[in-house]
């Protein structure tokens, strides 16, 4: 069956740490990746995206990611966070021209100031 | 434009009423779809068009029933509704071809149940 796992469902972190969000998906076939992040009372804001090229995608506010197509895995980071990343982060899958999207279950983030 | 719009923002009804939300993008976009999210849960899918054509229905209750009237537009119409279907309503557009599929995903409509 098609599933999204993202390993951390909280997480904390001081300002200026550096964040690692774990993405592993089990999918047939060729897949596009995203990483959408929703801060609180906001809606889903598309952080980056993977369809094909080199695996190391950057995208906003300073956010990167690393497609690991071996480990099937879509790992999100940052090297320093600032307290206005605190927002919920979603990994999502999607068959590349699909339609079906499947997201993770999200991870919450809390930076402290 | 790379909007897409959602209206009401909020939405109360009682089991008995009949209401819709409503969707609307200008990116050009030929695919759409209705998510489902409840509170500190992923969206989940509902119903997707592609080219003004339900292509996905994952197995919603016909208490939900959605309209494309034309390639900007898209309705979700409501009647009969439980109080388990309060949760923020997300419409999001893409193309409909080609490798890039990126969804944008409108503000979302918060439904409460009475």
């Known amino acids: 069956a098609q599933s999204v796992s993202q390993h951390n469902h909280h997480v904390i972190l001081s300002e200026a740490a550096s964040l690692e969000l774990g993405c592993n998906y089990s999918y047939g076939g060729t897949v596009n990746l995203f990483w959408y992040v929703q801060y609180p009372g906001q809606h889903l804001q598309l952080l980056l995206k993977y369809f094909s090229g080199d695996p190391l995608v950057k995208g906003i506010k300073g956010f990167e990611a690393e497609f690991i197509k071996s480990k099937f895995s879509f790992n999100l980071r940052k090297p320093s966070v600032q307290w206005s990343d605190t927002a919920e982060y979603f990994c999502a899958v999607i068959l590349t021209g699909g339609f079906k999207t499947i997201f993770g279950a999200g991870t919450r983030l809390f930076v402290k100031a | 434009d790379t909007e897409v719009t959602q209206t009401p923002k909020h939405l109360v009804m009682g089991m008995t009423n009949k209401k819709s939300l409503k969707c609307e993008q200008h990116?050009?976009?030929?695919?759409m779809y209705w998510y489902k999210q409840k509170a500190k849960k992923p969206p989940e899918l509902m119903f997707v068009?592609?080219?003004?054509?339900?292509?996905i229905n994952e197995s919603v209750p016909s208490r939900f029933s959605p309209e494309c009237p034309n390639s900007s537009l898209l309705n979700l119409h409501l009647h009969a509704l439980q109080p388990e279907d309060s949760a923020l309503y997300l419409c999001?557009?893409?193309?409909?071809?080609?490798?890039?599929?990126?969804?944008?995903f409108g503000p979302g409509t918060r439904l409460t149940v009475l």
């Open positions: 999001a557009s893409s193309r409909a071809s080609g490798v890039d599929n990126e969804q944008f």
């Open positions: 068009y592609s080219y003004e054509k339900l292509s």
């Open positions: 990116m050009g976009h030929r695919a």
